[in-house]
């Protein structure tokens, strides 16, 4: 069981709609018999529920239980981007349909910023490249999405590396493949491979070694050039600051990151941020 008490068996939400949008001017109040969550990308602005006014910034969940009334309100000046999640048939034990049991209706999103946030831009990036069975991807995604924020919510929420490395066998295959998984899930975390080696019990060169022999590259030449990809969907977006985006990939130095960047690429995080601006205003024109 999670610590909502949903079972892996029971856990079949339907996905009603996922879309982002511009906040625009919304003055009557409305409300659903189906579960919403409103997640703020950028900027900021009001959001009215059950009457009471609450300013809402990026990182922050309006999270909209049925029946609760609501609406945005823009704030003048300002311009504020939200990702829309509609869920249906989601049942926690002791709980009404569609119900998430919260303390308050916006919440700031803390232990999970950097996954909740990648996970938007992957089901929008599905969105508008749609590609093959790209709204199956989106569905999947979006319930992804909704999983982080029931982690982000559940006071059991554990990073527990052990955990996360017991395993049940020792082949090379499989180390190489968890070790794969844990990357592609941690990447905008501090990644320690000497932390992994030993919450499995192995020397950092032995799985230094069984990873090259699988993969075709070192763990950490994986996780880089992982981060790389990473960081220039994020900057294809236009918006986000260099200090920004290294934070977002697991860098906490702007300087590193765009050394590696530009050993990656061939070009440095600043100059693919305007270009991706420049194609961004010429689509437009």
């Known amino acids: 069981m999670h610590p909502f008490q949903i079972s892996a068996e029971d856990f079949n939400p339907k996905v009603l709609f996922q ?8 003055p009557i109040s409305h409300s659903h018999d189906f579960l919403s969550t409103h997640y703020v990308v950028s900027g900021h602005c009001m959001f009215e529920v059950d009457g009471k006014e609450y300013l809402v910034k990026k990182d922050d969940v309006i999270i909209i239980n049925p029946g609760v009334s609501h609406h945005s309100i823009p704030i003048e000046g300002t311009d504020c981007v939200i ?8 049942y926690i034990k ?7 049991p919260i303390n308050s209706t916006i919440i700031s999103i803390r232990k999970y910023i950097h996954e909740l946030y990648n996970c938007y831009h992957n089901i929008v990036s599905v969105q508008e490249k749609k590609e093959t069975l790209w709204a199956l991807m989106a569905k999947e995604l979006s319930l992804q999405f909704l ?13 527990n590396l052990s955990d996360y490395f017991h395993l049940e066998t020792y082949d090379k295959a499989t180390i ?3 070790i794969t998984n844990y990357f592609h899930e941690n990447y905008m975390k501090k990644i320690s491979i000497e ?8 020397s950092t060169t032995y799985i230094t070694k069984i990873y ?16 790389m990809e990473k960081a220039r969907e994020i900057l294809s977006e236009g918006h986000f600051s260099i200090q920004t ?5 697991g860098y906490d130095d702007p300087y590193y990151f765009s050394k590696l960047f530009k050993k990656k690429f061939g070009y440095s995080p600043s100059t693919f941020k305007s270009q991706a601006r420049e194609m961004a205003a010429s689509s437009k024109a």
Not at 94 to 100: A, R, S
Not at 147 to 159: F, G
Not at 245 to 249: D, E, P
């Open 19 to 26: 879309y982002k949008s511009h906040v625009k001017p919304r």
């Open 147 to 159: 999983v982080i924020l029931l982690k982000e919510l559940s006071p059991q929420a554990t990073n």
């Open 176 to 178: 190489a493949q968890t």
């Open 94 to 100: 002791g709980y009404p349909k569609n119900f998430i």
């Open 245 to 249: 985006v290294a934070k977002r990939v």
């Open 212 to 227: 090259k022999e699988i993969t075709g590259d070192t763990p950490i030449n994986y996780l880089i050039n992982l981060r």
């Open 83 to 90: 990702f829309y999640l509609g869920i249906d048939e989601l």
């Open 195 to 202: 932390e992994i080696a030993k919450s499995t019990y192995l």
